[in-house]
């Protein structure tokens, strides 16, 4: 990422051999540095060196051994603390922050979102060009990948002149040498199939020309949860409750919904504020719809990826893992909000995998954390999977109904009623003051020669 990062280390990922991407580099987990407005960070490719360090200390076959073709990921590149963990205030959110009273922002419901989305998306073509956008600024960029912000070229009415686009641009041949063909293909699949959902980035199309892959997403310009939580440190228990709690209800949904999705990336660099201070969640580069049993339980996978800080212990192990990791995952994500770090961190992250298998969580005695925080964390956050919270009988609902989410009204919550706890300060349709600068031109810029395109292009048919 451009701005420094709490964690030192990069997401792992280790495709399954078997994909159509084979004879590139097993090496290449890739993604976004950078903001994703609607989509995600943008990532650098992992070291092949530390992959297979990681895959040798924590005795991992590397390969994904259910029916399924690979899940190819992205991953974000992150840099050291700035400044060492330690006690800080609450946060302060500065007036200038707070959306004004009878701003229309606030008025659309979950529901009346959810139909924009659906709206939206029938208005576009289904022979889309990138001819049909005109560019605004670049949100971020990465290996293979650009992240830009756009707006129609030829609006056909005042509505449609006033809205903007997060528009991602992926390079075939890029796509192909890093091995991202089946990530690509996934994460287009689940964007189309959870479009609408109130806290989940939406796909409005995808399309495709001779040299890149397209994907349209709402444009979300409030920036990364994680640049709020560094600016103040770390959340009060309000903060964290509101943020947390909408987290619960993604996850309810992929897993419980959605057959089974695993989103397998949670952390603050994937979730985006809205407008109105709502978290999205973005970066679907890891997720993998496991499915079910004979028996309705969770098929199990066995796929090396994520980030270090918040890897389950089973995936570490090479035990087959299912969407339990998501709820592990949380646990790491409460206490980081409530205490501005991990309790998992190393600069090596061999050192980190030691410390999941080895130590148990610890809370600090300054900040103070309140008891149910402490107890809920520990639950999450419990190695043996049968007994994690969320994994448990009872799934989601038994996490909603822990004393740390007490007063939370889940109903209202989903509707989206009224702003977040922190509201960005978001001046107009197409603000892009929360992210980042980056270079509008690409470098080293890979051709999708015809060899190529004879090889690859029934992989992105109908793209």
């Known amino acids: ?96 922050q707070q959306a004004e009273a009878g701003d229309p922002r606030q008025d659309k419901t979950a529901r009346d979102e959810a139909m924009d989305v659906i709206q939206a998306s029938d208005t576009f073509p289904k022979n889309l060009r990138v001819d049909d956008f005109a560019r605004i600024r670049t949100l971020g960029t990465g290996t293979f990948a650009r992240v830009v912000l756009v707006r129609r070229q030829q609006p056909r009415n005042e509505d449609e002149a006033h809205q903007v686009f997060a528009l991602k641009i992926l390079r075939k041949a890029a796509v192909i040498k890093l091995k991202q063909i089946d990530h690509v293909r996934h994460e287009r699949q689940i964007l189309q199939d959870v479009a609408g959902h109130p806290f989940i980035t939406n796909m409005l199309a995808s399309f495709s020309d001779h040299d890149f892959l397209y994907l349209l997403l709402d444009y979300v310009p409030g920036g990364e949860l994680f640049s709020y939580l560094r600016k103040f440190r770390r959340f009060d228990e309000p903060t964290a409750q509101f943020y947390a709690a909408e987290i619960v209800l993604v996850l309810e949904y992929l897993h419980e919904q959605q057959d089974g999705v695993a989103y397998r990336d949670l952390k603050p660099e994937n979730l985006l504020l809205d407008a109105r201070g709502h978290v999205k969640l973005v970066d679907f580069g890891f997720a993998k719809r496991l499915g079910r049993d004979g028996a309705g339980g969770a098929v199990e996978t066995y796929t090396l990826c994520g980030t270090p800080e918040y890897i389950a212990p089973e995936v570490i192990q090479n035990m087959g893992h299912t969407t339990a990791v998501d709820w592990w995952a949380l646990g790491i994500l409460i206490y980081e909000f409530l205490t501005g770090y991990p309790p998992f961190w190393h600069q090596n992250p061999l050192e980190i995998y030691r410390q999941i298998l080895e ?92 060899e190529l395109a004879e090889q690859y292009d029934r992989f992105f048919a109908n793209f």
């Open 1 to 96: 990422m451009a701005m420094a990062a709490l964690h030192p280390s990069q997401p792992i990922h280790t495709p399954t051999p078997t994909s159509p991407d084979d004879g590139a580099s097993s090496s290449s987990p890739n993604g976004f540095t950078g903001h994703g407005s609607g989509l995600h960070a943008l990532h650098d490719v992992t070291v092949a060196a530390q992959v297979a360090q990681a895959a040798q200390a924590a005795q991992v076959a590397h390969t994904d051994q259910t029916a399924q073709a690979s899940n190819n990921g992205l991953s974000d590149s992150t840099a050291p603390p700035t400044a060492a963990p330690g006690p800080t205030s609450s946060p302060s959110i500065p007036q200038s």
């Open 359 to 450: 130590k148990p969580v610890v809370f600090p005695q300054d900040p103070s954390i309140s008891p149910a925080a402490q107890d809920l964390v520990h639950q999450l956050c419990t190695v043996d999977r049968s007994r994690r919270l969320g994994n448990i009988s009872g799934g989601a609902a038994k996490v909603k109904s822990h004393p740390f989410f007490a007063g939370v009204d889940w109903n209202t919550l989903y509707e989206r009623r009224g702003q977040g706890p922190i509201v960005p300060p978001v001046r107009y349709v197409g603000d892009a003051q929360c992210f980042d600068i980056y270079p509008e031109n690409d470098v080293d810029f890979e051709q999708y020669t015809p």
